[in-house]
């Protein structure tokens, strides 16, 4: 009993090139999201390689964009860029496992707003159009990820311990 209790809550080291984040349990839960059935949504996303263009157009814009580009400022974008990917692969039905935090605890006390919001999903949007991702298949992603703003947007008050 102990030995899985132990497994359950030691995390696997980070990448050399991450910084260290505070203790938490590992789930797919944490992605905020369930997966697409099949594979069309990965096959649109043009798989691996596409989700990879994406998410770094996306971090790309968002760091350059003056209406969110403070909230990016001195956080750790190689952890970002990487535990993005694996969310995105994940949801989009790639097979891919979420080592990141949940989305309440990551995006706690940063003061998001909903036009915060509004400019990422543009973002996002164009990364996705980048890629040439299909208009039905873009919006079905959007609608997946649109719950998520009770999690993202003015979530005050310590990091909860996990
Ligand atoms: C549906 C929309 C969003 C999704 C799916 C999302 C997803 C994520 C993920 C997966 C992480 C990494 C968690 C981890 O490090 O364990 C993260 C962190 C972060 N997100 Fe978001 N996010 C969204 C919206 C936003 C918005 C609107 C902003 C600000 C404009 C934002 C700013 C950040 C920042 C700065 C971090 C780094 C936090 C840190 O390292 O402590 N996110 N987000």
Redesign the pocket.
């Known amino acids: 009993m102990i030995v899985p209790l132990l497994l359950l809550s030691l995390q696997v080291a980070p990448p050399a090139d991450e910084q260290p984040?505070a203790p938490y349990v590992q789930s797919d839960a944490n992605a905020?999201a369930t997966p697409f059935k099949g594979d069309g949504m990965w096959r649109a996303f043009h798989q691996q390689a596409g989700v990879d263009r994406i998410v770094d157009g996306l971090v790309a814009r968002?760091i350059v964009d003056p209406r969110?580009s403070d909230?990016?400022k001195g956080?750790?974008l190689v952890?970002?860029r990487r535990?993005?990917k694996e969310?995105f692969c994940y949801i989009l039905g790639g097979g891919c496992r979420y080592t990141?935090?949940a989305?309440r605890p990551?995006?706690a006390d940063?003061g998001?707003q909903h036009a915060?919001?509004a400019?990422?999903?543009e973002n996002l949007q164009a990364a996705m159009r980048e890629e040439h991702v299909g208009f039905a298949a873009q919006n079905r992603f959007l609608a997946k990820?649109a719950p998520?703003?009770r999690d993202?947007v003015k979530i005050r008050g310590p990091r909860p311990k996990e």
């Open positions: 984040v905020g968002n969110i909230i990016f956080q750790d952890r970002l535990v993005l969310q990141g935090r989305m990551a995006h940063m998001v915060d919001l400019a990422l999903v990820l998520m703003d993202i």
